[in-house]
């Protein structure tokens, strides 16, 4: 037959560039939020929180740590994601993360605040559960798009460090993310087992497993808005 003319042959550089994919109802991040101390302020989200989320929290014009709260635990449960730390139930009596709106509580400071919102579903998982102190594997309520690429525990007692395992490092090693120490190996952390699509395993450590104490971990997949790697530094620009 004879080819039309204009007609462009079926390769990759013919097809039209495709969309920016928009993973707001995955993830949202919002800066420059002001607060004033003894009010509370509304923030707006795109996307509802229905299904489950957690959002974290920090100042930018000033010194302090992150704060993390979420739907799973419930309103009023603050927990620092980069300092040991009990959770606080009863600093923050009006907070809330429902529907389309995060409110800030009217006991945080005066300043301007960043907020990241994490969406659970195929690239966020939530995962509370009582530590047994004895190693054993904890499921998420649903399957991530891929294994993860990010786990963090926590003791929600507040007296170990927040334990974040990483795909570059695997089942066998560990950081701390209210630390600074280099990675370090310790099976009784995640048991020398690789976190999967559909759960991760702790070892023995009070740090992720402390018996009969309360716990949560977040994790994220390494896919879709989210990827995680290791890079070696060359001290070059």
């Known amino acids: 037959g004879v080819t039309p003319s204009g007609a462009k042959s079926i390769a990759t550089q013919n097809l039209p560039t495709p969309a920016v994919i928009n993973y707001e109802d995955e993830y949202y991040i919002e800066a420059g939020i002001s607060h004033s101390n003894g009010s509370t302020t509304a923030v ?21 740590g992150w704060y993390v709260v979420d739907t799973v635990r419930g309103a009023n449960k603050f927990v620092y994601w980069d300092a040991v730390g009990a959770e606080d139930t009863s600093t ?16 945080l400071a005066t300043g301007t605040y960043l907020i990241e919102v994490f969406y659970v579903g195929s690239y966020f998982q939530i995962q509370t559960f009582t530590g047994t102190g004895s190693a054993h594997a904890e499921s998420f309520p649903g399957t991530l798009d891929t294994a993860p690429g990010f786990v963090v525990v ?27 120490a280099v990675a370090d190996t310790d099976s009784s952390i995640w048991n020398d087992v690789d976190a999967t699509t559909t759960g991760f395993t702790v070892g023995t450590s009070a740090a992720t497993n ?3 104490a309360p ?3 977040y994790a994220w997949a390494n896919s879709g808005p989210f990827s995680f790697g290791i890079y070696t530094s060359n001290a070059n620009v």
């Not at 923050?92 to 006991?107: E, H, K, R, V, Y």
């Open 44 to 64: 707006t989200l795109p996307t509802s929180v229905s299904g489950g989320a957690m959002a974290r929290i920090k100042r930018t014009d000033s010194t302090g």
């Open 92 to 107: 923050f009596t009006d907070q809330n993360l429902a529907g389309t709106t995060l409110t800030l509580p009217s006991a």
């Open 154 to 180: 926590l003791n929600r007692n507040g007296v170990y460090a927040r334990i974040a395992y990483h795909i570059s490092l695997g089942g066998t090693k560990y950081l701390s993310a209210s630390g600074i």
């Open 210 to 212: 402390e018996s009969s």
């Open 215 to 217: 716990m949560i971990g």
